[in-house]
Nanobody
Framework: QVQLQESGPGLVKPSQTLSLTCTVS??????????WSWIRQPPGKGLEWMGV???????YYSPSLKSRTSISRDTSKNQFSLQLSSVTPEDTAVYYC????????WGQGTQVTVSS
């Protein structure tokens, strides 16, 4: 069974870049036809899909976040990563990584607070 674990700083200053890594075990991120996503949930709000990196390395981003978001991967470590630039307090959220196929398999989530 696949397991996903998010890691990264819990506090980021405004205007800086938020960087998170998802470590995957129990399955390869290059296995056809899975896709690997980042999703966040701001306090008191619903889930927001941010973007995805597919098994072949192709990436797709939410139009509202595309200018600030980058998703990459390290196949040797079976990890994929999120970078969100120029953060503001509105980017404070619980950030989840997930595997997409017919359904979602989720990491436990990690709280990121943007504050000076």
């Amino acid at each position: 069974q696949v397991q996903l674990q998010e890691s990264g700083p819990g506090l980021v200053k405004p205007s800086q870049t938020l960087s998170l890594t998802c470590t995957v075990s129990g399955g390869s991120i290059t296995t056809s036809y899975y896709a690997w996503s980042w999703i966040r949930q701001p306090p008191g709000k619903g889930l927001e899909w941010m973007g995805v990196i597919a098994y072949d390395g192709s990436t797709y981003y939410s139009p509202s976040l595309k200018s600030r978001t980058s998703i990459s991967r390290d196949t040797s470590k079976n990890q994929f990563s999120l970078q969100l630039s120029s953060v503001t307090p509105e980017d404070t959220a619980v950030y989840y990584c997930a595997r997409e196929y017919s359904d979602y398999d989720w990491g436990q989530g990690t709280q990121v607070t943007v504050s000076s």
